[in-house]
């Protein structure tokens, strides 16, 4: 490694392991966001969660539990107010960091000198269509494609590592082949989403607007690390396996990093098939997992969006 003159401390950051297996988390910052839009699975977003002090001792647990990639997102975390001092104490406890957002607050000037400062390991953005007319549709609010368009302009000029989640649903699937041309015209990667999933709270709003000629079938679940090297954290600091599977859950600002030791037995009891669920011959092929198939069944939604019984 070439130091150029400086010492090693000031390019290398050492740290101790975690006591449990943890290396990613999720991190809800706030569940605000300045768009409202038709297919959110967020349902009501609310401004609320930690203070400055609450956020310092959440990243510190974080760190604490071994926690290298940090994703954080929304809501929309750029427009949270302490997001710019959040960010840049994750990176100096030495997280690589994505943020997932709506691309709206990135023309501002102190918002993508920061980025630039403090460079995201990727930052993903998400596309709700491809004019005016239909990205304020979707997001129902005036100027969305403006801000994005702009945000996104910038962010690639300034080198960024940009990702986009190109979400398609019965509002702006006409201009599907358009949002892709813009995401190569730019040369970015890009990953498509149709299946919405219902609200956090349980109810079905959101999947009237999934566009049925868009949606695709999942692969069998064949498991996933949540809980076990993987966990999520609500804007309270609330530890859970993932950000479906949301109770039971752990309070890291009260508990610490000794709370997670629970979570590897909340994730097993979560798995667990119940309800319509249990004796079921196919479950061995089942494409959602159990949280994700519970939230289907507490919203009522129809069987096929989520079960290979309401597909036969």
Same mark, same amino acid.
């Given at each position: 490694?070439?130091?150029?003159?400086?010492?090693?401390?000031?390019?290398?950051?050492?740290?101790?392991?975690?006591?449990?297996?943890?290396?990613?988390?999720?991190?809800?910052?706030?569940?605000?966001?300045?768009?409202?839009?038709?297919?959110?699975?967020?349902?009501?977003?609310?401004?609320?969660?930690?203070?400055?002090?609450?956020?310092?001792?959440?990243?510190?647990?974080?760190?604490?539990?071994?926690?290298?990639?940090?994703?954080?997102?929304?809501?929309?975390?750029?427009?949270?107010?302490?997001?710019?001092?959040?960010?840049?104490?994750?990176?100096?406890?030495?997280?690589?960091?994505?943020?997932?957002?709506?691309?709206?607050?990135?023309?501002?000037? =102190?918002?993508?000198?920061?980025?630039?400062?403090?460079?995201?390991?990727?930052?993903?953005?998400?596309?709700?269509?491809?004019?005016?007319?239909?990205?304020?549709?979707?997001? /129902?609010?005036?100027?969305?494609?403006?801000?994005?368009?702009?945000?996104?302009?910038?962010?690639?000029?300034?080198?960024?590592?940009?990702?986009?989640?190109?979400?398609?649903?019965?509002?702006?699937?006409?201009?599907?082949?358009?949002?892709?041309?813009?995401?190569?015209?730019?040369?970015?990667?890009?990953?498509?989403?149709?299946?919405?999933?219902?609200?956090? =709270?349980?109810?079905?709003?959101?999947?009237?607007?999934?566009?049925?000629?868009?949606?695709?079938?999942?692969?069998?679940?064949?498991?996933?690390?949540?809980?076990?090297?993987?966990?999520?954290?609500?804007?309270?600091?609330?530890?859970?396996?993932?950000?479906?599977?949301?109770?039971?859950?752990?309070?890291?600002?009260?508990?610490?990093?000794?709370?997670?030791?629970?979570?590897?037995?909340?994730?097993?009891?979560?798995?667990? /098939?119940?309800?319509?669920?249990?004796?079921?011959?196919?479950?061995?092929?089942?494409?959602?997992?159990?949280?994700?198939?519970?939230?289907?069944?507490?919203?009522?939604?129809?069987?096929?969006?989520?079960?290979? =019984?309401?597909?036969?």
């Amino acid at each position: 490694m070439d130091l150029a003159g400086r010492r090693i401390s000031d390019v290398l950051l050492m740290r101790d392991a975690g006591p449990y297996e943890f290396s990613r988390a999720t991190w809800e910052i706030n569940l605000g966001c300045d768009f409202d839009c038709v297919m959110c699975y967020l349902g009501e977003k609310r401004f609320e969660g930690l203070d400055m002090d609450g956020k310092r001792k959440l990243l510190a647990v974080m760190r604490d539990a071994g926690v290298i990639w940090l994703q954080i997102t929304g809501g929309e975390p750029l427009i949270d107010p302490h997001f710019r001092e959040a960010y840049r104490l994750a990176h100096e406890l030495g997280m690589q960091v994505e943020v997932l957002s709506n691309g709206s607050r990135l023309h501002k000037h =102190h918002m993508l000198n920061l980025l630039r400062t403090y460079p995201p390991t990727k930052l993903t953005l998400s596309m709700y269509g491809a004019t005016a007319e239909t990205y304020d549709a979707v997001t /129902r609010r005036r100027g969305a494609y403006e801000r994005f368009a702009a945000g996104l302009q910038n962010a690639v000029a300034a080198g960024l590592n940009v990702d986009l989640s190109l979400i398609i649903v019965r509002g702006n699937a006409h201009e599907a082949d358009a949002m892709r041309d813009w995401a190569r015209s730019l040369g970015l990667r890009f990953r498509e989403y149709a299946n919405i999933s219902p609200t956090i =709270h349980g109810t079905a709003e959101t999947l009237p607007q999934q566009s049925p000629e868009y949606l695709t079938h999942r692969q069998p679940f064949t498991g996933c690390p949540a809980g076990v090297t993987f966990f999520h954290s609500d804007p309270f600091g609330r530890a859970s396996i993932c950000k479906v599977g949301r109770e039971p859950n752990i309070d890291l600002i009260a508990e610490g990093v000794e709370g997670l030791a629970r979570l590897g037995g909340i994730a097993e009891s979560l798995m667990l /098939r119940t309800g319509g669920c249990s004796g079921c011959e196919l479950s061995g092929t089942c494409r959602v997992c159990r949280p994700m198939a519970k939230v289907f069944q507490e919203a009522k939604a129809p069987l096929g969006n989520y079960c290979q =019984h309401g597909m036969r």
